[in-house]
């Protein structure tokens, strides 16, 4: 099967030339490619370059998608959400808005254990069944490849329910999912004071199960005053490596933490939120090329500061955005939306939110061999998008702007 998309106005690669991810400067350089097309064989990128280098007469088996003059960027990959969820916290929103704060909401027994609740008197079909209407609406809004989370089960048969609906989800839906074991997102209510009990649950009984049954890809846990202490988060992703589970972080959301730190000291693959991100801590990203996965849509919802994207970015650290997608704390999966925010709220250039949510994105997940730019070889992820130019993304914010999403070659459907 082999597909030829024609007459892009401005063929947006984000080719990185090879490396896995953009810094620096580097952040500004989109690889466009204008008056452009791209040929596509099964679900690989053959060729991509300028129309008037495409040979006409070698698409005789070919299908072609005319993309009028629009614009193509490689599919967005969102690398951090929570998105098999049952129930909804509306209640705690409002409560925000009349002052309430997210902490507060989660002292009084709101917050993530709600949703454990939920979760816990959910079966898996019904978990799927939620989860699929979510996965579609991402890829309408040009999300190719997903990461989702446990984390709100936090006892062995409800994470791995979890775990197991993404796994089975990921072969059974187009979108490509990364499966991420987050035992380690709060403390259940059947272990409230003794948090050690609970670690030992989660390294003497969880992750030997998703290790042998190849459940999850990474392994994340919550660094926070009142949830994980470093120790914690140390005895828990060094034991889950032994299962083959690479690390991640959520740390420095709600408070410093040196969660950036310990990401270092652990060889994480990304650190993620780091609203609260010391000096140190930037430092240590920028020397160690751990991606800094930000999430703006956080800081709207819940009225939190911004992490600093730019002394991120200019001190050299490989930055991504991501929605954090979550009944809780962003109940959003536009990653046009976060490309909005971190424009306005973080001061990041265009540009560098489309690098954020793309190639840097792939990176986050370890995908940046096959995934995030549109290059020779690569996955033909790709979408199409009714704008005059790609600066339209972020401008003209709370719209929908992808016209066609193309997933391993293919032109979905909706
Ligand atoms: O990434 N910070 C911890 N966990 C989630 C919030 C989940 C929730 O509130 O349900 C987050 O923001
Ligand atoms: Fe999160």
């Avoid at 989370?149 to 993404?166: F, P, Q, R, V």
Wanted: charge should be negative; hydrophobic fraction near 40%.
């Amino acid at each position: 099967m082999s597909l030829a998309l024609i007459n892009i106005k401005q063929l947006v690669t984000v080719s990185a030339k090879g490396d896995r991810a953009k810094i620096g400067k580097s952040m500004q350089d989109l690889g466009i490619i204008e008056n452009a097309a791209v040929l596509i064989d099964n679900s690989t990128i053959k060729w991509i370059g300028r129309m008037e280098n495409l040979s006409m007469s070698s698409l005789k088996d070919t299908d072609v998608l005319d993309c009028f003059n629009k614009i193509v960027l490689p599919g967005f990959i969102d690398s951090h959400t929570h998105l098999v969820f049952a129930g909804s916290r509306e209640n705690e929103f409002a409560m925000r808005s009349s002052g309430a704060t997210y902490q507060e909401i989660a002292a009084r027994g709101g917050g993530i254990l709600s949703t454990v609740n939920s979760v816990r008197q959910t079966p898996k079909k019904e978990l799927k069944k939620t989860a699929r209407k979510y996965l579609n609406q991402l890829l309408q809004h040009g999300t190719t490849t997903v990461e989702i989370k446990s984390g709100y089960g936090l006892d062995a048969d409800n994470e791995i329910k979890m775990l197991e609906a993404i796994t089975e989800l990921n072969s059974e839906e187009v979108i490509s999912i990364v499966s991420t074991f987050l035992g380690a997102h709060a403390i259940p209510p059947e272990y409230f004071g003794n948090k050690d009990g609970y670690v030992k649950l989660i390294i003497e009984k969880m992750l030997p199960y998703i290790g042998k049954k190849n459940l999850a890809t990474y392994c994340d846990a919550f660094n926070e005053k009142g949830y994980f202490d470093a120790n914690d988060c140390r005895t828990i992703l060094t034991e889950a490596r032994k299962y083959g589970l690479k690390p991640k972080l959520h740390a420095d959301e709600l408070s410093s933490g040196g969660g950036a730190e310990l990401a270092a000291e652990l060889d994480a693959v990304s650190v993620d939120h780091l609203e609260h991100i010391s000096d140190v801590g930037i430092r240590a990203l920028a020397a160690t090329g751990i991606v800094a996965v930000l999430l703006p849509g956080v800081s709207l919802f819940l009225n939190h500061q911004y992490a600093p994207a730019r002394k991120l970015i200019d001190q050299g650290a490989v930055v991504a955005i991501a929605t954090d997608f979550n009944p809780g704390s962003c109940m959003s999966y536009s990653m046009q939306l976060m490309m909005t925010l971190a424009c306005t709220q973080m001061k990041m250039s265009p540009e560098e939110t489309i690098v954020a949510s793309t190639i840097n994105s792939a990176a986050a997940l370890n995908l940046s061999e096959t995934a995030g730019s549109i290059e020779h070889g690569k996955n033909a992820d790709l979408i199409v998008l009714d704008i005059p130019d790609y600066k339209f993304i972020p401008y003209h914010f709370g719209e929908n702007h992808v016209w066609r999403t193309i997933k391993n070659g293919v032109i979905l459907e909706f």
